[in-house]
């Protein structure tokens, strides 16, 4: 069986941290990039940030550049995002995805998912 497991979310004050984890199992881990995806209650959908294997640099969206960090863990089959200088505009529910095609560099939002966990919600407190 296929699973992505998100968690780690919670509430946060501004300026807080958190960290993400997505535990994949029943796939092929090494071959997929994860991306985490975020939703804030109004808005669209966006990828926050994407890695893959054997790709050196991981994309993050320009409102979390220089405060999150995405890193994954083959042997684990797990992808985490550590979340710092958190702002309430980081609020909303948080998925992780898991994508053959994707290519972090360019276009990875909108390429085909083959996977998704089930979201966790991160609240940041003004």
């Known amino acids: 069986e296929v699973q992505l497991q998100a968690s780690g979310g919670g509430l946060v004050q501004t300026g807080g941290s958190l960290r993400l984890s997505c535990a994949a199992s029943g796939f092929a881990f090494d071959d997929y990039a994860i991306v985490w995806f975020r939703q804030a209650p109004g808005k669209e959908r966006e990828g926050v940030s994407c890695?893959?294997?054997?790709?050196?640099?991981?994309y993050y969206e320009n409102s979390v550049k220089g405060r999150f960090s995405i890193s994954r863990d083959n042997a684990k089959n797990t992808v985490n995002l550590q979340m710092n200088s958190l702002e309430a505009e980081d609020t909303a529910v948080y998925y992780c995805a898991a994508s053959r095609l994707a290519v972090c560099a360019s276009g990875y939002a909108t390429a085909p998912y083959d996977y998704w966990g089930q979201g966790t919600q991160v609240t940041v407190s003004s």
């Open positions: 890695i893959r294997d054997g790709d050196p640099n991981p």
